[in-house]
């Protein structure tokens, strides 16, 4: 998987809540997936609620993008459920700076999230 398909997939676990709960599913299920990738990619899903970053970033646009996403996504406690999902995995949480690496800001859209439409 390349830099951006990662960061992609980054994004979709720490903002879009069915792509949590389907990691959390499979993770249950499943005893014998690879964990340390999923460890590294919780770990830059956690970093992405981070405080946002003063420089480095690629573009205003992006920024108030991950802003919006980030308060967005409290009212779902995204970051606790990864916590969560991260002790799952590794045992452990994981220690982190208090500041989003500019090179992570990236103006990456989510998936549509809302109810299907109930048809009379």
Known sequence: MNPRDKLQMAYELAFFPPCAHRLWNTIKKDPSINKQELIDLVDMALMLHQALPESGY?????????????ASS???????????????LAGQDSV???????KMVRDIGLPTFSHKAVRE
Not at 58 to 70: D, E, H, I, P, T
Not at 76 to 88: A, D, E, Q
């Open 96 to 102: 982190m700076s208090y500041t989003l690496p500019g």
């Open 58 to 70: 690629a573009s205003l646009r992006a920024l108030k993008r991950l802003a919006f996403y980030q």
């Open 74 to 88: 409290r009212p779902f406690h995204m970051v606790t459920f990864l916590k969560n999902i991260r002790k799952k």
